[in-house]
């Protein structure tokens, strides 16, 4: 049994189709065939149904699936760290997150800069699909991923609240009720925010339809837009005083909720196959002590001062 046929095998699993297979791996489609054919006579099954041109697991091929997986992902780490070792680099971190933490990422290189972070975006589907192909080391989502593989740990919550312009009519109020969100354009974080839920939640508890103009998945751009186009956001808190304590657009102001806010979440979530290394403990622990810290480095800021 060579790794290839076992490459070969994950791929024609996960596309379905022997074309597209073929062309992702680079290899001619008779080639592919042959080699699965071959990997079927050494298990000694047959590991997939053929039908009318598409290929699909069948009970056999879905109980390897997931050994093979996890052998080729551990050797791929092997061979990784060896790599990292001959080459005097240290061992990557990789994670995925839902969310837009870019100033987290940043103060975390600050504090550990020997680390060699990789990082992408996902959505929770996405995310999933990576932790359960050990594709990463961790995620840092909002929602707990819908898979038997994965662990998933909450570690920070926060409510949501609203940003906007001082000069809108909804900052001369120490707090907004939902109810008179109605008429108010809206600009949401579409990796927070799930714009169908939310609409429904709101109708259902209020009676209130709101009005999205913006579902954008960056915080720089969620800001310009309030900014710029006098919408409001709906934001956690904690990014509220994440940009206070930078300094930055002191031109927007955070108004809670008077009757009631959702709460928004940070989780970490890993592989069960794969659990946390020695970085990931670390950046699990970075994440926790950052989001404590805002909290209480903005409380002291809004002490008045003494004398």
């Known amino acids: 049994m060579e790794l290839s046929q076992l490459r070969y095998f994950i791929a024609v699993a996960k596309l379905g189709n022997m074309s597209k297979a073929a062309e992702t791996l680079f290899v001619s489609q008779p080639n592919l065939s042959t080699s699965i054919s071959r990997l079927?006579?050494?298990?000694?099954?047959?590991?997939?149904?053929?039908?009318?041109?598409?290929?699909?697991?069948?009970?056999?091929?879905e109980l390897l699936l997931k050994s093979v997986e996890q052998a080729v992902s551990l050797l791929d780490a092997g061979v990784q760290a060896v790599r990292n070792q001959h080459s005097g680099r240290p061992e990557p971190l990789s994670i995925v997150c839902m969310t837009d933490d870019t100033t987290l990422l940043e103060h975390f290189l600050l504090e550990h800069p020997e680390v060699n972070l990789i990082h992408q975006r996902a959505d929770l589907p996405n995310v999933t699909s990576l932790l359960d192909?050990?594709?990463?080391?961790?995620?840092?989502?909002?929602?707990?991923?819908?898979?038997?593989?994965?662990?998933?740990?909450?570690?920070?919550?926060?409510?949501?609240?609203?940003?906007?312009?001082?000069?809108?009519?909804?900052?001369?109020?120490?707090?907004?009720?939902?109810?008179?969100?109605?008429g108010v354009h809206l600009a949401i974080d579409g990796s927070r925010v799930n714009k169908e839920t939310f609409c429904a939640a709101e109708n259902s508890k209020f009676g209130l339809t709101p009005i999205i103009d913006y579902d954008v998945r960056h915080l720089d751009l969620l800001t310009s837009l309030v900014e710029s186009n006098n919408c409001v956001s709906i934001v956690p808190a904690v990014k509220y005083k994440e940009l206070s304590l930078q300094g930055k657009h002191p031109d927007l102001v955070f108004r809670e909720y008077a009757d009631g806010a959702p709460t928004a979440y940070w989780g970490i979530a890993y592989n069960k196959r794969r659990p946390l290394t020695e970085l990931g403990q670390c950046f699990r622990a970075f994440v926790q002590s950052y989001f404590t810290s805002i909290d209480t480095r903005y409380a002291d800021a809004q002490e008045p001062s003494a004398g």
């Open 40 to 61: 079927e006579e050494e298990v000694g099954v047959p590991l997939f149904e053929r039908r009318r041109g598409k290929i699909a697991l069948n009970q056999n091929g």
């Open 133 to 182: 192909r050990c594709e990463v080391d961790l995620a840092m989502t909002v929602l707990p991923p819908p898979s038997e593989e994965v662990v998933y740990e909450r570690i920070y919550a926060c409510n949501f609240g609203m940003l906007m312009r001082r000069e809108h009519p909804l900052a001369a109020l120490p707090a907004v009720a939902h109810r008179e969100l109605a």
